[in-house]
Nanobody
Framework: QVQLVESGGGLVQAGGSLRLTCAASGPIARLNLMGWYRQAPGKQRELVADITPGGSTNYADSVKGRFTISRDDAKNTVLLQMMSLKPEDTGVFYC??????????????WGQGTQVTVSS
């Protein structure tokens, strides 16, 4: 079973920064697309950013220029550096990954989520 574990959330004042880390573990041969999603209270989960194995990135318009996604395939991790945080960034951040298992089958997993709260 492939598991994703997020860390790095917390409470920060507007204008502050946080860095989220997601570590993947289990029978992984290759990590494919990895990303971060956010679910604000009362809203649907939405894409924040994702990154391909080749390093191509995609960001939600609301975070462009403030957030940076990166990955370290040697450590099976994906990072989200968040700067100039705004109260509207508040929500539960979920890590997502598509992967190829050691035996060759593909799959995807979600992390359990980490809370980010930005106070005004």
């Amino acid at each position: 079973q492939v598991q994703l574990v997020e860390s790095g959330g917390g409470l920060v004042q507007a204008g502050g920064s946080l860095r989220l880390t997601c570590a993947a573990s289990g029978p992984i041969a290759r990590l494919n697309l990895m990303g971060w999603y956010r679910q604000a209270p009362g809203k649907q989960r939405e894409l924040v950013a994702d990154i391909t194995p080749g390093g191509s990135t995609n960001y939600a318009d609301s975070v462009k220029g403030r957030f940076t996604i990166s990955r370290d395939d040697a450590k099976n991790t994906v990072l989200l550096q968040m700067m100039s945080l705004k109260p509207e960034d508040t929500g539960v951040f979920y890590c997502y990954a598509r992967y190829t298992r050691i035996l060759g089958r593909t799959g995807d997993s979600w992390g359990q989520g980490t809370q980010v709260t930005v106070s005004s």
